[in-house]
Every structure is written in structure tokens, then in C-alpha cells.
């Protein structure tokens, strides 16, 4: 199935009426835009001038047959493929962490070369890490804007949300109601200038309904490792939940005890910042796979 990037929502929320309806297992192709709704086309198009109630635009929701409250919906990037071209911008009030400020709009066009894995800054080129900044389902309560990170995935930002990867997210509401938008060719994590390289394009991907899942989420999933996650109105909430969620999730995959989790995170998980320029915050707890497998033998 397509979903084409016609279909936007702005806030995932069950009462938003699905653009299509899939099996588990089925593989989809959301079409999206990029995260100003492919209004900045030109260098000389800034950001004061878009409607603010039309950033970070999710294609869907999309309908998984099967998916009820409780479960867990898995989601496989499998590629992600991007449009010719990016958009990086710079504006005052776009970010809360620089205490200078920012005192002249900017915008810059990247060409993208999705044969040569680059884009272009500046007349410099500088390899691609594509990944995917909005991802979620329905909001079990009321809904939650697309630009904002909470407990149904949304604006997470993660950069490990990228091509190979694995995103677990809950079900709250019958069908899921799954969207997918705000796609990056590079994007350092914190994002902390306001922005990535903004793209549109189209994220290829297989879901599949997850019954009994045993861990909390969401949570992604690599080759290498696990990440977790958290969201709040401060860096520091955002770092609580990512940790609880760490520890619980070492205890039910390697038998861990409290304590044996919390020391193993302190040895060998790495905690990171996912972004942290919007009002809501979201950070990322990581843990390679081959260190969980030997946790498996504490005494």
C-alpha cells in the first residue's frame, strides 16, 4: 500500500479517521512532506512566513487490522527515500539553548544525491544519515500534536530511527492509527540549532502486530542495540523515563535484579539527547545487544 503525503494529520489522535487499512505483516509506503509542509522552497523563503499550524505534518493514520489496546505495533524501517533536495533554516526563538540568541533568519536549500549517500551544505558535501522524526499511533487520551514527543512515540527525533531499524510503539486505540512524517537527511542528535536538514520523501516499511509484548515502550531496536526512551517538559523528565525504562527493560531480557540493571546502564549504557530545542524534550538510553547477551551470566 501508498499512503500519499496528501493525507496529513496534524495531532495523533483516535478520533482521526484512518486513509487506510493494512494486515499485519503487510509493507506500506508512507509519501511524506517535509516537516514545513514543502512551503520553503527557495533560499530567499523563511521560516516567519509558514503557518505554524501546519509544521511537522504526519501521513496517515493508518489502520493495522487486529491491533487492539495493549498490544504493541512493530514497525521495520525498511528504506527511506528522499526527495532532491533539504531545507535547514535558522530563526530567532527557534531554539531555547543558545542564550545569545539568533538575530537574522537564514535559509538554506541541500541538494540531496541519494546515489552518492550525500548532501550538499554550503557547497560542501557531507554524507547522509536519513532517519525519521515523527513516528507514533493514537494518543490513548486526547490528542497529541505531531511536533510534540509522549508515550505514543510523535516527535521523538531519535536518529537511531533510520534505515534496518525496528520501532515498538503502543496500541491505544483499535487499529493503532499509525503515521509517520518529519524525515531528516542528517540531523545531530539534541537537533540543537532548531532543525536537520529537513526532508520529504518516503518511508518504506513492514508492520506487524505484536501481542503479549513483554517490554515497554517505545523502544528501537538496531543490530547492534536497544534504545529506549523518554519524553517530558525538562531534559531531566525525559531522562528519568528513558532510565526507567532501561532498567525495566534489562531486568525482563536478561533476568537482572534492580540493582545489577542500574550498575550495568552506569558501566555500559549510553544516555543521549535526542532533541532538546522544543518545548518538550525527549532523550534515548542505549545499550549494545552483546552486553546485554553477557549480563545473562551475572551470578
Known amino acids: 500500500m501508498r499512503i500519499s503525503k496528501d493525507n496529513v494529520i496534524y495531532s495523533m489522535d483516535k478520533e482521526n479517521q484512518a486513509v487506510g487499512t493494512i494486515r499485519s505483516g503487510d509493507q506500506v509506503i508512507f509519501e511524506t512532506k517535509d516537516c514545513f509542509s514543502d512551503t520553503i522552497k527557495t533560499e530567499s523563503d523563511v521560516i516567519s512566513e509558514i503557518d505554524f499550524n501546519k509544521v511537522n505534518p504526519a501521513t496517515g493514520p493508518l489502520y493495522i487490522e487486529g491491533a487492539q489496546p495493549g498490544d504493541v505495533l512493530k514497525v521495520t524501517i525498511n528504506a ?4 532532491n533536495h533539504g531545507v535547514v533554516v535558522s530563526a530567532p526563538g527557534l531554539n531555547k539553548l543558545f542564550t545569545k540568541g539568533i538575530e537574522k533568519e537564514q535559509t538554506v536549500i541541500c541538494p540531496i544525491h541519494e546515489d ?22 493514537a494518543n490513548a487520551d486526547e490528542g497529541i500534536t505531531t511536533g510534540t514527543p509522549g508515550p505514543h512515540g510523535g516527535n521523538m527525533d531519535n536518529t537511531m530511527i533510520a534505515e534496518g531499524s525496528v520501532v515498538y510503539l503502543p496500541v491505544y486505540t483499535e487499529g493503532a492509527l499509525l503515521a509517520i512524517g518529519d524525515m531528516h537527511a542528517s540531523m545531530g542528535d539534541g537537533e540543537v540549532w532548531g532543525c536537520g536538514v529537513e526532508a520529504g520523501g518516503e518511508a518504506h516499511v513492514t508492520v506487524e ?44 531480557e536478561a533476568g537482572l535484579t534492580f540493582n545489577q540493571a ?14 532538546t530545542v522544543n518545548p518538550d524534550a525527549s532523550m534515548r538510553v542505549g545499550i549494545l545487544k552483546e552486553f546485554v547477551e553477557l549480563a545473562k551470566n551475572f551470578k
Open 116 to 137: 552518492k549517500g550525500t548532501f550538499e551544505f554550503q557547497g560542501v558535501e557531507f554524507p547522509l544519515n536519513k532517519m525519521i522524526g515523527v513516528i507514533g499511533t
Open 209 to 252: 502486530v505484536m501481542k503479549d509484548y513483554p517490554h515497554s515502550v517505545p523502544l528501537v531496536e538496531t543490530d547492534e542495540a536497544f534504545y529506549t526512551y523518554g519524553y517530558g517538559k525538562t531534559t531531566d523528565e525525559a531522562i528519568v523515563i528513558a532510565n526507567d525504562h532501561m532498567v525495566e527493560f534489562l531486568m525482563k
Open 80 to 83: 527511506i527515500k528522499l526527495n
Open 262 to 275: 542500574g550498575m550495568l546502564m552506569t558501566i555500559k549504557a549510553d544516555l543521549t539527547a535526542c532533541q
